[in-house]
Nanobody, 119 residues
Framework: QVQLVESGGGLVQPGGSLRLSCTASGNIVSINGMSWYRQAPGKGRELVADITSAGFTNYADSVKGRFTISGDNAKSTVYLTMNSLKPEDTAVYYC?????????????WGQGTLVTVSS
C-alpha cells in the first residue's frame, strides 16, 4: 500500500517563506508526475504547480516567480518552496502524485497541510 505524508505548513507573516514536503512510501516502481494544489476557505481546489518526471514545470499565474516546485525521485518526495507569501496564499495545500506502484498506475492525494499568511 502506498501512502503520502505532507509536512511544512504553518503560520507565516506576509513576505515570509515556507517549504512544503510530500513523501511517498510503499511499493513504488516509479513516479510519473508530482503536483501541488490548494484550497482556500470557501473556494474550490486549484492547481498551484506541477512537475513531470523529466523536470518540466508548470505554475499558476498567481504564484509564478514566487513558488518553486521540485522533486527528488530517489526520495519519492516533492517540495514546494514558497517565497514572498501573501495573505491570499492562505489555504490548505495538497500534494498529488501519479505513480506506478506494485498494483498498477495510481494517483494519490496527501492529507493536506494548512498554510496561513497573516500578520
Amino acid at each position: 500500500q502506498v501512502q503520502l505524508v505532507e509536512s511544512g505548513g504553518g503560520l507565516v507573516q506576509p513576505g515570509g517563506s515556507l517549504r512544503l514536503s510530500c513523501t511517498a512510501s510503499g511499493n513504488i516502481v516509479s513516479i510519473n508526475g508530482m503536483s501541488w494544489y490548494r484550497q482556500a476557505p470557501g473556494k474550490g481546489r486549484e492547481l498551484v504547480a506541477d512537475i513531470t518526471s523529466a523536470g518540466f514545470t508548470n505554475y499558476a499565474d498567481s504564484v509564478k516567480g514566487r513558488f518553486t516546485i521540485s522533486g527528488d525521485n530517489a526520495k519519492s518526495t516533492v517540495y514546494l518552496t514558497m517565497n514572498s507569501l501573501k495573505p491570499e496564499d492562505t489555504a490548505v495545500y495538497y500534494c498529488n502524485l501519479a505513480m506506478l506502484a506494485g498494483t498498477g498506475y495510481i494517483r494519490l492525494w496527501g492529507q493536506g497541510t494548512l498554510v496561513t499568511v497573516s500578520s
